[in-house]
Protein backbone atom coordinates (compact mmCIF):
# COMPACT_ATOMS: atom_id res chain seq x y z
CA UNK A 1 0.00 0.00 0.00
CA UNK A 2 2.26 2.45 0.97
CA UNK A 3 6.06 2.60 2.79
CA UNK A 4 6.79 0.07 4.99
CA UNK A 5 3.56 -1.86 4.61
CA UNK A 6 3.77 -5.40 6.04
CA UNK A 7 7.13 -4.79 7.25
CA UNK A 8 5.89 -4.20 11.10
CA UNK A 9 2.47 -5.54 11.55
CA UNK A 10 0.52 -2.36 11.53
CA UNK A 11 2.41 -0.71 14.31
CA UNK A 12 3.67 3.20 14.25
CA UNK A 13 6.87 4.06 13.30
CA UNK A 14 8.80 6.05 10.87
CA UNK A 15 7.94 3.43 8.05
CA UNK A 16 4.41 2.70 9.59
CA UNK A 17 3.17 -0.81 9.46
CA UNK A 18 0.63 -2.93 7.34
CA UNK A 19 -2.07 0.02 7.67
CA UNK A 20 -4.71 -1.94 6.54
CA UNK A 21 -7.93 -2.94 7.53
CA UNK A 22 -10.12 -5.99 7.41
CA UNK A 23 -12.80 -5.62 4.67
CA UNK A 24 -15.57 -7.49 5.17
CA UNK A 25 -15.96 -9.34 2.13
CA UNK A 26 -19.51 -11.34 0.99
CA UNK A 27 -19.05 -15.26 0.62
CA UNK A 28 -20.29 -16.86 -2.22
CA UNK A 29 -18.66 -20.14 -3.43
CA UNK A 30 -15.36 -20.08 -5.61
CA UNK A 31 -15.10 -16.45 -5.85
CA UNK A 32 -13.41 -14.87 -2.63
CA UNK A 33 -14.67 -11.01 -4.36
CA UNK A 34 -18.38 -12.03 -4.66
CA UNK A 35 -20.66 -13.08 -2.66
CA UNK A 36 -25.13 -11.77 -2.47
CA UNK A 37 -25.55 -8.02 -1.42
CA UNK A 38 -26.70 -7.55 2.22
CA UNK A 39 -29.78 -5.70 2.69
CA UNK A 40 -29.85 -2.02 3.69
CA UNK A 41 -31.55 -1.76 7.17
CA UNK A 42 -34.58 0.32 8.26
CA UNK A 43 -31.94 3.16 10.03
CA UNK A 44 -29.86 2.92 7.00
CA UNK A 45 -32.77 4.26 4.40
CA UNK A 46 -33.76 6.38 6.65
CA UNK A 47 -30.32 8.37 7.00
CA UNK A 48 -30.34 8.28 3.08
CA UNK A 49 -34.05 9.91 3.11
CA UNK A 50 -32.83 12.22 5.20
CA UNK A 51 -29.19 12.85 3.75
CA UNK A 52 -31.03 13.32 0.57
CA UNK A 53 -33.59 16.03 1.38
CA UNK A 54 -30.64 17.89 3.81
CA UNK A 55 -29.17 18.56 0.29
CA UNK A 56 -32.14 19.36 -1.59
CA UNK A 57 -32.45 22.34 1.00
CA UNK A 58 -28.78 23.45 0.57
CA UNK A 59 -28.93 23.10 -3.41
CA UNK A 60 -32.40 25.38 -2.63
CA UNK A 61 -30.34 27.59 -0.69
CA UNK A 62 -27.49 28.17 -2.65
CA UNK A 63 -29.13 28.71 -5.97
CA UNK A 64 -31.25 31.62 -4.20
CA UNK A 65 -28.11 32.75 -2.12
CA UNK A 66 -27.51 36.54 -3.31
CA UNK A 67 -31.07 37.18 -4.20
CA UNK A 68 -31.64 39.95 -6.99
CA UNK A 69 -28.79 41.32 -7.35
CA UNK A 70 -27.03 41.59 -10.80
CA UNK A 71 -23.46 43.08 -9.78
CA UNK A 72 -22.38 39.39 -9.25
CA UNK A 73 -22.49 39.69 -5.34
CA UNK A 74 -19.30 40.81 -3.73
CA UNK A 75 -16.60 39.41 -1.43
CA UNK A 76 -18.83 38.47 1.17
CA UNK A 77 -20.78 35.57 -0.78
CA UNK A 78 -17.80 33.99 -1.84
CA UNK A 79 -17.29 29.85 -0.17
CA UNK A 80 -14.23 30.00 1.69
CA UNK A 81 -11.75 27.68 0.46
CA UNK A 82 -11.80 24.49 2.02
CA UNK A 83 -8.13 23.28 3.50
CA UNK A 84 -7.82 20.74 0.72
CA UNK A 85 -9.46 22.65 -2.18
CA UNK A 86 -8.21 23.23 -5.29
CA UNK A 87 -7.07 27.05 -5.49
CA UNK A 88 -6.65 27.06 -9.05
CA UNK A 89 -2.81 27.91 -9.22
CA UNK A 90 -0.60 24.83 -10.83
CA UNK A 91 1.49 23.57 -8.02
CA UNK A 92 3.54 20.98 -10.11
CA UNK A 93 4.96 20.08 -13.03
CA UNK A 94 5.12 16.27 -14.37
CA UNK A 95 5.38 14.18 -17.68
CA UNK A 96 3.96 11.38 -18.14
CA UNK A 97 5.12 8.29 -16.46
CA UNK A 98 7.60 10.82 -14.12
CA UNK A 99 7.36 11.46 -10.33
CA UNK A 100 5.73 14.83 -10.51
CA UNK A 101 8.45 17.59 -9.41
CA UNK A 102 9.00 21.24 -8.84
CA UNK A 103 6.77 22.19 -5.89
CA UNK A 104 6.19 25.58 -4.78
CA UNK A 105 7.88 26.73 -2.41
CA UNK A 106 5.27 27.75 0.07
CA UNK A 107 2.20 25.71 2.28
CA UNK A 108 0.56 24.52 -1.27
CA UNK A 109 3.11 23.04 -2.82
CA UNK A 110 4.39 21.28 0.05
CA UNK A 111 1.17 19.78 0.55
CA UNK A 112 1.09 18.96 -3.22
CA UNK A 113 4.66 17.37 -2.81
CA UNK A 114 3.48 14.88 0.21
CA UNK A 115 0.57 13.91 -1.69
CA UNK A 116 2.35 13.47 -4.76
CA UNK A 117 5.12 11.17 -2.94
CA UNK A 118 2.10 9.19 -0.95
CA UNK A 119 1.04 8.04 -4.52
CA UNK A 120 4.41 6.68 -5.54
CA UNK A 121 5.56 5.50 -2.46
CA UNK A 122 1.82 2.81 -2.64
CA UNK A 123 2.65 1.89 -5.79
CA UNK A 124 3.57 -1.56 -6.85
CA UNK A 125 6.88 -0.27 -8.32
CA UNK A 126 8.37 -0.32 -4.42
CA UNK A 127 7.93 -4.09 -4.74
CA UNK A 128 10.62 -3.99 -7.42
CA UNK A 129 14.62 -3.22 -5.94
CA UNK A 130 15.68 -1.21 -9.19
CA UNK A 131 12.38 1.08 -9.43
CA UNK A 132 12.34 1.51 -5.95
CA UNK A 133 15.85 2.47 -5.88
CA UNK A 134 14.76 5.37 -8.54
CA UNK A 135 11.61 6.48 -6.77
CA UNK A 136 13.47 7.30 -3.62
CA UNK A 137 16.59 8.95 -5.31
CA UNK A 138 13.13 11.27 -6.94
CA UNK A 139 11.94 11.87 -3.71
CA UNK A 140 14.09 11.90 -0.41
CA UNK A 141 16.53 14.17 0.48
CA UNK A 142 19.84 13.06 -0.98
CA UNK A 143 21.64 12.72 2.41
CA UNK A 144 18.91 10.19 3.59
CA UNK A 145 18.64 8.31 0.22
CA UNK A 146 21.39 5.31 1.05
CA UNK A 147 19.40 5.12 4.68
CA UNK A 148 15.76 4.66 2.95
CA UNK A 149 17.13 2.33 0.53
CA UNK A 150 18.89 0.11 3.41
CA UNK A 151 16.14 -0.07 5.60
CA UNK A 152 13.28 -0.70 2.72
CA UNK A 153 15.55 -3.45 1.32
CA UNK A 154 15.34 -5.41 4.67
CA UNK A 155 11.45 -4.81 4.61
CA UNK A 156 10.57 -5.91 1.07
CA UNK A 157 11.98 -9.73 1.61
CA UNK A 158 11.54 -12.16 -0.45
CA UNK A 159 9.14 -13.16 2.15
CA UNK A 160 6.97 -10.02 2.05
CA UNK A 161 6.59 -10.65 -1.81
CA UNK A 162 4.84 -14.05 -0.95
CA UNK A 163 2.58 -12.82 1.91
CA UNK A 164 1.01 -10.14 -0.44
CA UNK A 165 0.95 -13.24 -3.15
CA UNK A 166 4.17 -12.42 -4.95
CA UNK A 167 6.73 -14.50 -6.42
CA UNK A 168 9.75 -14.13 -3.84
CA UNK A 169 11.34 -11.88 -6.55
CA UNK A 170 8.66 -9.59 -6.68
CA UNK A 171 7.02 -10.69 -9.92
CA UNK A 172 3.26 -11.22 -10.12
CA UNK A 173 2.19 -14.87 -11.10
CA UNK A 174 0.87 -16.02 -14.01
CA UNK A 175 -2.78 -15.03 -14.59
CA UNK A 176 -2.84 -12.88 -11.77
CA UNK A 177 -2.99 -9.18 -11.62
CA UNK A 178 -1.37 -7.44 -9.13
CA UNK A 179 -2.29 -4.07 -7.43
CA UNK A 180 -1.03 -1.43 -4.71
CA UNK A 181 -2.08 1.91 -4.75
CA UNK A 182 -2.43 4.40 -2.96
CA UNK A 183 -5.30 7.63 -3.16
CA UNK A 184 -4.43 10.52 -1.13
CA UNK A 185 -7.95 12.32 0.12
CA UNK A 186 -6.87 15.17 2.23
CA UNK A 187 -3.83 17.18 2.96
CA UNK A 188 -2.70 19.39 5.98
CA UNK A 189 0.50 21.19 6.79
CA UNK A 190 0.45 20.89 10.91
CA UNK A 191 3.95 22.94 10.69
CA UNK A 192 5.72 25.18 7.84
CA UNK A 193 8.44 27.48 7.40
CA UNK A 194 10.28 28.48 4.14
CA UNK A 195 12.42 25.36 4.36
CA UNK A 196 11.36 22.48 6.12
CA UNK A 197 7.53 21.01 6.37
CA UNK A 198 5.59 18.53 8.05
CA UNK A 199 2.41 17.46 6.46
CA UNK A 200 -0.13 14.84 7.10
CA UNK A 201 -1.62 12.79 4.06
CA UNK A 202 -4.80 11.34 4.63
CA UNK A 203 -4.99 8.63 2.37
CA UNK A 204 -7.29 5.14 1.13
CA UNK A 205 -5.03 2.11 -0.39
CA UNK A 206 -5.81 -1.07 -2.29
CA UNK A 207 -3.33 -4.30 -1.94
CA UNK A 208 -3.58 -8.21 -3.22
CA UNK A 209 -3.55 -10.29 -6.25
CA UNK A 210 -6.63 -10.07 -8.43
CA UNK A 211 -7.76 -13.39 -10.53
CA UNK A 212 -9.29 -16.85 -9.61
CA UNK A 213 -8.44 -18.82 -6.18
CA UNK A 214 -6.09 -16.12 -5.12
CA UNK A 215 -5.54 -16.33 -1.14
CA UNK A 216 -5.04 -12.50 -0.98
CA UNK A 217 -7.80 -10.86 -3.15
CA UNK A 218 -7.35 -7.28 -3.16
CA UNK A 219 -8.39 -4.97 0.01
CA UNK A 220 -8.98 -1.71 1.03
CA UNK A 221 -6.94 0.13 3.78
CA UNK A 222 -6.96 3.58 5.15
CA UNK A 223 -4.29 5.60 7.36
CA UNK A 224 -2.34 8.64 7.39
CA UNK A 225 1.25 9.31 6.17
CA UNK A 226 2.88 12.10 7.71
CA UNK A 227 5.86 13.21 5.70
CA UNK A 228 8.83 15.97 7.28
CA UNK A 229 9.76 17.40 4.03
CA UNK A 230 12.57 20.17 3.61
CA UNK A 231 13.67 22.46 1.07
CA UNK A 232 16.36 21.22 -0.90
CA UNK A 233 18.25 22.14 -4.35
CA UNK A 234 14.62 23.41 -5.49
CA UNK A 235 12.14 21.48 -4.61
CA UNK A 236 10.47 19.49 -1.80
CA UNK A 237 12.29 16.02 -0.49
CA UNK A 238 11.67 13.64 2.84
CA UNK A 239 13.33 14.17 5.53
CA UNK A 240 11.69 11.57 7.66
CA UNK A 241 8.27 9.66 7.23
CA UNK A 242 5.51 7.80 9.25
CA UNK A 243 2.28 6.19 9.37
CA UNK A 244 -0.81 5.04 11.39
CA UNK A 245 -3.83 3.29 10.53
CA UNK A 246 -7.21 5.52 9.70
CA UNK A 247 -9.33 7.59 10.00
CA UNK A 248 -11.56 4.85 8.29
CA UNK A 249 -15.06 5.10 7.13
CA UNK A 250 -17.89 2.76 7.90
CA UNK A 251 -17.97 -0.17 5.32
CA UNK A 252 -20.84 0.53 2.98
CA UNK A 253 -23.09 -1.58 1.47
CA UNK A 254 -21.51 -2.38 -2.31
CA UNK A 255 -20.94 -6.02 -3.03
CA UNK A 256 -17.20 -6.78 -3.32
CA UNK A 257 -16.63 -7.15 -7.44
CA UNK A 258 -15.55 -10.72 -9.03
CA UNK A 259 -11.80 -11.14 -9.37
CA UNK A 260 -12.40 -10.54 -12.88
CA UNK A 261 -14.15 -7.19 -12.80
CA UNK A 262 -11.10 -6.13 -10.12
CA UNK A 263 -8.01 -7.00 -12.37
CA UNK A 264 -9.97 -5.59 -14.93
CA UNK A 265 -10.63 -2.01 -13.23
CA UNK A 266 -6.66 -2.03 -12.66
CA UNK A 267 -5.92 -2.35 -16.39
CA UNK A 268 -8.35 -0.28 -17.45
CA UNK A 269 -8.33 2.69 -15.19
CA UNK A 270 -4.70 4.33 -14.86
CA UNK A 271 -3.28 6.05 -11.53
CA UNK A 272 -3.46 9.88 -10.52
CA UNK A 273 -0.57 11.99 -9.71
CA UNK A 274 -2.33 14.51 -7.07
CA UNK A 275 -1.53 18.67 -7.37
CA UNK A 276 -3.33 20.58 -3.97
Known amino acids: MSLGDGASG ?11 TRTRLPHRAGDVYGGARRGRSPSRSLATVV ?4 LLIAAI ?8 SSSGGNSDDK ?18 GTIPSGFTRD ?12 VALGSADMFNKDRRDEILRAIITPARVAYFEGTLDKAYTPQFSEKVGLNADGSTPQ ?27 WCSGLLGLAGQNSTNPVTSSWFTITMQLEWNNGDWKIVQHSQ ?9 DERASSAEDMAK ?7 FTYAR
Not at 61 to 68: I, M, S
Not at 107 to 118: D, H, I, R, T
Request: glycine share 18%.
Open 61 to 68: AFANRGGG
Open 175 to 201: GYTFVSRTSPIGSNATRFAPDKATVDV
Open 79 to 96: TRSAPTAATGTRPVRSKP
Open 244 to 252: KDGPAPVPG
Open 107 to 118: EQGAQSAAANYA
Open 10 to 20: GGEGEYGGVGQ
Open 51 to 54: GVVV
Open 265 to 271: AVEEYGG
